[in-house]
């Protein structure tokens, strides 16, 4: 598929991207006030420029990835950052509220492609124990830290020039991930078999939309609705003979194990983005830039892990126990600031030593936790099981901050931590009794042969 020299600068191409995609979730938030402003929203309609892109983001995620199953893996993320790139231009030049809401949406179908893609060609690329480690590394530092650095660049962004460029500034890196994954990725047929299913694409797109929909808006009939086009979807999927998502995904212990504890820690972990820099903004007066810049450190040790440590580790001592101390470093850097005095807080003492053991703990959980999603899944299926993952994740974190943002409200901000706290520590509890205690002979032989252990 690709030159083995090219694959490194391929990986960083499609990191870049990612990152485009990650950065879209947290960018916009600081910049708010600011399109209020511009644009007249209302308090009400604003949260729209939010929600229009994880609505059509967490839509369509499954079918992104089935589509690149199909069709090809390399031409639906090239559609993907094509779409969004497009979207993002004319959102930055949007001059009313209805043309930024819909091409808000827009952005989220590019971006749901560019996401559930992004891994499963990373997976194509590395298949050697160490590299595919390494690589996934990488690609896991973009991922986490991508939500802290969106932050920053909101800040700068917003300060120097105008909330405008928090769109625009996607436009030369979205033209150069194009032409260079172009250069760098070649194409190569897509390698499900059988016609495409197009009612259990339009179930299971209407059933993630609602659910996320639901979410968002806190209505429990929609959730319920969600609820039932999933028992349909899933129903027509056991009388198909060429199905959307087979339910042999189903059976794999890793996939589903994956799915449950990285549900629970995306919804920790948006607690750790959107609530510390709310209780940051608002009990202790930091401006948007300086909320970026106390996420710097974090960042700077997820780097350190995603640059090799990781890969170590989890070569040494295998996925379970990484990920499990992780979580666990993850649970008590949320207990420490649950603990940190209200309006008190000084940086040194309280918010270093929690970023610091987020930091570490994230850069320590997240690579294990997609290498065990993807150990088991055949090549054939990579898309969807990519698009799989990315939905946990995201049902995870948009629930999970749903009820944080709601308790904060109704308790403050140390009962949502502490509720945080509490979801990363049983995410810990999980991975450490669900998942195998595998060890380098089996690693090396279900990363080699992705097929071997799914037939």
Known sequence: ????????????????????????????????????ESLGFSEASLVWVVNA????????????????????????????????????????????????????AVQGVGGAAVSAIALSLIIDLFTEEGERAKAMGVYSFVCAAGGGLGVLASGVLTSALSWHWVFLVNLPLGVAVYGLCRMLIAERAGAARGRLDYAGALLVTAASTIAVYGILDGNPWLLGAAAALGALFLFLQSRLAAPLMPLR????????????????????????????????????????????????????????????????????????????????????????FAAAP????????????????????????????LLVAMSEVAPSDSGLASGIVNTAFMMGGSLGLAALATLTESAGFRAAFILATLIAAVAAVLSAALLRNDTPNERKQSWVSPSSTSK
């Open 1 to 36: 598929m690709v030159e083995s020299g090219k694959r490194w600068w391929a990986l960083y191409v499609l990191c870049a991207g990612e990152l485009m995609i990650v950065l879209d979730t947290t960018v916009v938030n600081v910049a708010l006030p600011s399109i209020r």
């Open 53 to 104: 892109y994880m609505l059509t983001y967490g839509g369509f995620l499954l079918l992104g990835g089935r589509l690149g199953d199909y069709f090809g893996h390399r031409r639906m993320f090239l559609y993907g950052i094509a779409l969004f790139t497009a979207a993002s231009l004319v959102c930055g030049l949007a001059g009313s509220r209805e043309l930024l809401v819909a091409a808000r």
């Open 249 to 336: 995904f189903l059976r794999l212990r890793s996939l589903m194990s994956a799915n449950v504890v990285g549900a629970l820690w995306a919804a920790s972990m948006f607690a750790w983005f959107f609530i510390s820099a709310l209780s940051m903004q608002q009990a202790l007066g930091y401006s948007a830039l300086q909320i970026g810049l106390a996420f710097l450190p974090s960042n700077l040790i997820m780097a350190a892990f995603s640059l090799g440590l990781s890969a170590k580790i989890v070569l040494r001592f295998g996925n379970r126990l990484p990920l499990a101390a992780g979580l666990g470093l993850a649970a008590a850097g949320l207990a420490l």
């Open 342 to 369: 209200a309006g008190q807080a000084s940086f040194l003492f309280h918010i270093l030593p929690c970023m610091v053991l987020l930091g570490a703990g994230c850069g320590m959980a997240l690579n294990p936790i």
